[in-house]
């Protein structure tokens, strides 16, 4: 379920402020706290229009620089010191920040026309991925036939999708009346990766500037007229210099009047026209030249019986100001309330809102990015707050993690070890220990307990009540026997011990769940754009096709765990039914377990690892598949195989290896590398974290 919006367009003058306007008010009327975010504010957060007109009509407890990521001058500047990583980082830590204060969040994507176009489609696309926010996607018409409006759809959607954001709706903005009808006939030829259709036509007024807009971008002094009708639209603009007869003639309503300022005779012509029924309504006048009219035509103007149209004078000639205004691209925001209000209606009469905001909520995210991954991880992790047991608590790593972690409070630590060395180690690398819990087995009050414990789980195998007392000192069996009683949620461990060392105390206690026959592992790759599961990399060294089928159903249900849709490829050299021997037949077969045991799971075996990950590959080899080409779960037929993979693929592409994260087991315990770094075992605490509270689930 989705609790964001991502509107962005890939052109500049696409209407987003309109549109986004609309849905807002929409978002409203469902949710009782919604804010609008600016991943770029213009100029800043405080100063942002479409933040300003959010908060005007629905007013948030939150500063306006707190719904922004960062001022287009921080953008532009990280761009050039080539930052925009790190920025987007920042940009992401702002929006969950204000994630946790309200309901739903409608992010209106970087203006593009303040950045390299290329530049913006790029950094718009990675932030929705990174958010796992459903995009509106916006097309301009201006300019286009409805099969063109349709080709921009088409060509922007797909590069969306290539970059792993799902559109969940395409609307086109600024359509000529006439061609409304058939624009929607041209975007619903695009099929349903395009989502809801939309069109909204070209409202003139919504588009022109106002003459308070015109009067900034002029850098005008203002002469006459009220503050409220310097927010009147202008439709068209004239320049006054026939004789008075003549100019009106050619003068209509809405119209913006540039005169040279000793032009007495025009000025108070236009005027006259506008207190008249029979003429023009001008919505103002600019005088050119740098000076102002005869003070007696000013008071004329000023002393008119009706509220005169505001007079301007600027500096600049006829000819450039003219020119000038012309180029204004008006900004719905600082237009007034009458113009948003004209928005607000405009697209809740051309747009199904409440079809287009189901859409929304319903949207499950399908590609889990790293950076989003991560984020999820931590935040629920934070959530359950459990209990995880470090058994290695005098590695320097283990010490700096648990610090960082009791920081951000993603989950109470113990830590097992020599009391006075850990101390020793925590004050030479500055960390503090407050709020650690720290116990020696070898001193511990629950030895005693845990030595009978492990000698009546063990007896039978022949382990005697004085080899138990010993046994329960290994940090290993000690930390596992506190998760198996009860003392703990979870176990990690691994940075300074063998795999096997890790994982035969929790074989021997916790034994396997129930409705698993086998412990097996995954790791969790996170890869440039998206995380993968693999699997088994590091416990079983050869398994039957039962035990594989297995693998596969267990590494399916850690996919979930971990809101990764799965979508299970039974790797092996050969795909489909083009090859044969030992290996592809075990492959074969453990896809055939897996397919009777989970009938719904999409599986696909046997596949080769290209034809799983690569779309045009998979159009080759396996067109009808619903995994080939969009594998998330690799199932590898040995151990050898997967050990392998995984290093290549880590090594190679730089992706972040989490794990092996072993699945099956009763209670959560998992494994680190001998060379895993802090980062890796904070991943690995609030993965275990996060496995423990589902299973209490």
């Known amino acids: 379920m989705s609790d964001c919006l991502y509107v962005f367009a890939a052109e500049p003058h696409s209407g987003k402020a309109v549109v986004a306007q609309g849905v807002l008010e929409a978002l409203a009327r469902r949710y009782p706290r919604v804010a609008v975010f600016r991943p770029v504010a213009f100029p800043t957060g405080a100063d942002d229009g479409v933040i300003t007109s959010a908060l005007s009509r629905h007013p948030l407890p939150i500063p306006p620089e707190d719904l922004s990521g960062c001022s287009l001058s921080d953008f532009q500047q990280a761009g050039r010191e080539g930052r925009l990583d790190q920025l987007v980082q920042h940009i992401l830590d702002r929006y969950h920040a204000l994630e946790d204060t309200v309901d739903f969040i409608l992010v209106v994507g970087t203006d593009l026309t303040e950045v390299a176009e290329g530049v913006g489609f790029d ?86 500037p106002t003459v308070g807009e015109a009067a900034q971008a002029l850098d005008a002094r203002i002469l006459a007229g009220s503050e409220v009708r310097l927010s009147r639209s202008i439709l068209h603009v004239r320049v006054g210099a026939m004789e008075v007869a003549d100019m009106l003639s050619r003068i209509v309503d809405e119209t913006l009047l540039i005169t040279a300022a000793d032009r007495a005779d025009a000025i108070l012509g236009a005027v006259a026209a506008g207190q008249s029924k029979a003429g023009p309504q001008i919505v103002g006048l600019v005088l ?40 204004i691209r008006p900004r719905l925001a600082s237009a007034g309330s009458r113009k948003i209000q004209q928005a607000i209606r405009a697209v809740d009469q051309h747009l199904d809102l409440d ?21 999820q991880l931590i935040r629920r992790a934070r959530a359950a707050r459990k209990r995880i047991v470090l058994p290695e608590g005098t590695d320097p790593r283990i010490l700096e993690a648990a610090g960082r972690l009791r920081d951000r409070e993603v989950a109470q630590l113990i830590l097992l070890g020599d009391v006075d060395l850990i101390t020793r180690k925590a004050l030479e690398l500055g960390i503090s220990l407050d709020g650690l819990t720290l116990i020696d087995p070898d001193t511990s009050d629950l030895r005693s307990d845990f030595a009978k414990e492990l000698h009546r789980l063990r007896a039978h195998r022949g382990l005697t009540e004085e080899a138990a007392w010993d046994q329960v000192t290994d940090v290993s069996y000690f930390g596992t026997l506190m998760v198996h009683l009860g003392h703990a949620d979870g176990m990690v461990s691994g940075a300074m011990h063998s795999t096997a060392h890790t994982i035969r105390p929790a074989l021997q206690i916790l034994k396997t769940a129930p409705g698993s026959s086998i412990v097996s592992s995954v790791f969790l790759m996170a890869l440039a754009d998206r995380v993968l599961i693999y699997g088994d990399c590091a416990v079983i060294p050869d398994p039957n096709p039962e035990e594989l089928a297995s693998i596969a159903l267990d590494a399916a249900a850690t996919a979930r765990r971990f809101h990764i849709e799965p979508r299970v490829a039974m790797l092996s050299y050969s795909t489909g039914s083009s090859g044969s021997g030992a290996q592809v037949d075990k492959v074969r077969e453990a896809t055939r377990i897996a397919r009777e045991r989970a009938p719904d799971l999409p599986i696909e075996g046997p596949i080769q690892y290209d034809a799983a990950i690569d779309a045009g590959v998979a159009r080759t080899k396996l067109p009808d598949s619903q995994v080939a080409g969009r594998a998330t779960v690799f199932i590898f037929p040995d151990l050898n195989t997967g050990n392998n993979t995984y290093k290549a693929v880590q090594r190679s592409s730089g992706a972040v290896a989490i794990g092996p994260v072993l699945q099956g087991l009763a209670k959560p315990v998992n ?13 690995t605490v609030a993965i275990t974290a996060v496995q423990a509270a589902e299973e209490e689930a």
């Open 123 to 208: 950094f718009n696309a990675r932030l929705a991925a990174n958010l796992g926010a459903p995009v509106l996607h916006l097309v301009t018409a201006i300019d286009r036939t409805p099969e063109a409006i349709a080709t921009a759809a088409r060509i922007h959607g797909d590069a969306l999708l290539g970059q792993d954001v799902q559109v969940v709706a395409t609307v086109a903005n600024r359509v000529p009346a006439e061609l409304v009808d058939d624009t929607r006939a041209a975007l619903k030829s695009l099929g349903s990766h395009a989502g809801f259709i939309g069109v909204l036509p070209e409202l003139a007024d919504l588009a022109a």
């Open 288 to 327: 050119t030249g740098g000076f102002d009219p005869h003070p007696k035509v000013l008071d004329i103007v000023r002393g008119s019986t009706s509220d005169p149209p505001p007079m301007l004078t600027v500096s600049g000639d006829t000819l450039q100001t003219a020119k000038a205004i012309l180029e």
């Open 355 to 375: 079809e287009l905001l189901d859409q929304v909520v319903e949207t499950d995210i399908r590609v889990v990015t790293p950076a989003l991954f991560e984020y």
């Open 671 to 683: 494994d680190l590398s001998r060379g895993c770094t802090v980062p890796d075992i904070i991943n």
